[in-house]
């Protein structure tokens, strides 16, 4: 009896006529022999209506309350799904975190699974269940309070139900029709892939492919859970979407994959820093304390330092996310004014983005960077900060020219071509 | 530590304003010095959204799942004024069905209560915690599934705290300040009664005063819960609005309390029925089996029958909500052609309305019924089927004379006056 999950996510339950639409789906696997485990968001824009109830309510919210609100509306999709599913004569019921139990830590409102025991759900496929509809986003803690594990935590509970019950696939249906080696609103040469490897996926995900949360694809990664991501909106089969996979399953591997962008970066540069042991650490820390997401990060010899000079200076880049900005300035003045670390001037520039190349051939192909780097200047586009990691290397540029710069680094990379 | 239970309706947190209005009402209790247990409904037009999309899902909705999709509502709003009660710093949590537990029957949709166990909400008073907001109108099954006590349930739910508990009184804050001697939209001379006993707040209720569930007030009367109805939306004190009690605490009763009404009555009549034992069962029969709501019934012998007849006939007569007059009609006219029962002809009067008297004093006071049959005939109201119990004299009258009949009433038996 193989298991199949299944993920619809707000917009794809927004109503009950999508509803409806999501049951076919499910009916379709449930006819090609799949016992199936359907994961469920609350109907969009019902998360954020009770969001606004508990921030009208209280503005250092206790966040089991939170939680105990908020989960109400996948509650609610769950038992209407599994009703409309009754109703196409499909044995199927709708499951509750606290039911299955989906066991987490209490760390509310960013709740870790803990584990899921399989044994209720099994018991009810045994008794001629075909389809368990779980709410989503939700768990109990050993406190016996309702937990959740975050936005676009069904993602992440779609993958755990897969991994916990060994499924065969874990489908993400959703408002895209699959992963594209670039945005198809930068180029219409952009190009549905049809695999993809967890590692390549994760690093779009975080460069800011909206597609899946980069917490799912990470749980994905670790239990080699295959995941589809495929349109809710369009006729699918067994072909359609993209498969988020293993390597190994991925035979004639391209040595880029994707190109991804990130519009809202801003640079900062930090001149004249002391070089000394732990200066990182002692501008690194500040940061974080003030909640600021460092991404990129170059440390060169400062022009300041003269040969033959008693004290060495450095300058530290970094980029952050442009509405982070006054906050790290003002961290920085602060660790300055009290003689945390010491620098000569900050300059910031707002107006950069940042444009990457991912791909897991890069491992085992040499000379990519350098093709890269041609590329742009081809196009006259100058790089004002590189990182590279084994499967990605992404630049900081202006921002005028980042579409441009997409444009190029598809066409190099020939992405078009399947 | 004396515990008070308060309960607050739909209307009465139909929106962040009010839920903060009843959480100051529950601060009051708090600072009397009570541990408070308050049971909520959901927000006013919630529970109908939910049940329309269950309705709008699948026709023959499966009760499980339409009692975990309409329960959310009550969970929402239990969470919500936790978390205004915490912001006005008084320990507060939330409570869902399931948490309690509050272990019901697994008649989905209409469960009775098996037990509700005090342990885990004591544990909680004992750690500090003041009040105890819990959802009302759910509760689990023993297979841990969501049940739900139909519509209304959430007075239930509080009367049923109150008994476990043993509250000092079980307060119902609603959109009315109390219970009257009669509908003051009927006469302005209808005066907020004090107290009321439980069993003529029983008939009341039974008889179409829609401030407090029947069996909300049955389960009071059997446990001896002091069930207190007054309005959230006024200021009240220790003395508002209306005490259900035991007769035993309502030292000067007077003969009657209040006069009821109902105007969706209709009234049937079976001429020339065979008089023979077992008719009375041949006729309600049928009419059980096709859901109808009997009141008064009235047997008269028929004026068919004739001194020395072999055969003797009866005439019967009771009385039905309006909106079930044909499907009585047919059900009756299904039993004649069946052979189960025999009548010569069926005449029907949709233009009646009830009238009743209701007070505990009947019991030791002959006259009632005398007295109240003199004030009608005083006003040329015909009577047209009479019904009596210990504490109540019910008429069918003209549906015109109706309000003419409430106030003669009223005047008749001095309720304007305390």
């Known amino acids: 009896m193989a298991i199949l ?7 794809s ?30 109907m969009s824009g019902e998360t954020n209506k009770l969001v606004g109830y508990v921030e009208g309510t209280s503005k250092l919210y206790d966040a089991r309350e939170y939680d105990a609100v908020v989960a109400a509306g996948e509650n609610v ?26 066991n987490t830590t209490s760390a509310h409102s960013s709740a870790r699974f ?24 939700q768990g109990v803690s050993a406190e016996g309070r309702i937990t959740t594990l975050g936005r676009g935590g069904s993602d992440t509970t779609a993958v755990a139900f897969a991994a916990a019950f ?15 080696t670039t945005d198809p609103r930068i180029t219409k040469k952009a190009r549905k892939l049809d695999r993809i490897a967890f ?48 390597e190994d399953e991925i035979m004639e591997s391209k040595v880029v994959s994707g190109v991804a962008y990130s519009r809202d970066e801003a640079k900062m540069t930090l001149l004249k820093v002391e070089d000394r042991p732990g200066i990182a650490a002692a501008i690194f820390g500040p940061l974080a304390e003030a909640g600021i997401n460092v991404d990129m990060i170059v440390q060169n010899i400062s022009e300041f330092t003269s040969p033959g000079d008693a004290q060495a200076y450095t300058d530290m880049t970094f980029s952050l996310p442009t509405n982070q900005l006054d906050r ?8 300055q004014d009290s003689g945390r670390i010491a620098y000569g001037d900050l300059v910031a520039d707002i107006d950069v983005a940042k444009v990457s190349v991912v791909g897991i051939g890069m491992r085992s192909q040499v000379g990519v960077a350098a093709q ?19 499967i990605k290397i992404s630049v900081l540029i202006d921002r005028k020219y980042m579409e441009l710069a997409v444009q190029a680094l598809h066409d190099t990379f020939e992405l078009d071509k399947a």
């Open 199 to 246: 590692e390549e996926m994760l690093e779009l995900a975080s460069l800011g492919a909206k597609v899946l949360q980069t917490r799912s694809v990470e749980l994905a990664m670790r239990y080699k859970v295959r995941l589809r991501v495929l349109s809710s909106f369009e006729d699918t089969d067994e072909n359609s979407g993209t498969l988020v996979c293993d």
């Open 166 to 180: 060994g499924a065969v696939r874990c489908d993400i249906y959703t408002d895209v029709d699959g992963v594209y």
């Open 13 to 42: 339950v927004a109503d009950l006529a999508r509803i409806e639409n999501a049951a076919k789906k499910v009916q379709a696997e449930v006819e090609r022999g799949y016992r199936v485990i359907v994961i469920v968001s609350a």
């Open 114 to 137: 803990i584990s899921i025991p399989r044994a209720n759900i099994d018991a009810k496929f045994a008794e001629g269940f075909k389809v368990a509809v779980v709410a989503g986003f």
């Open 372 to 390: 890269m780097f041609a590329a742009l200047a081809r196009e006259n586009v100058n790089i004002k900060v590189i990182t590279t990691s084994e």
């Open 5 to 11: 999950v299944m993920k619809f996510g707000g917009t």
């Open 328 to 335: 790290a300035r003002r961290a920085m003045e602060e660790a």
């Open 77 to 102: 999709t769950a038992g209407l799904l599994a009703l409309r599913l009754q109703e196409m004569e499909i044995p199927a019921r709708s499951w509750q975190g606290w039911q299955v139990p989906i």
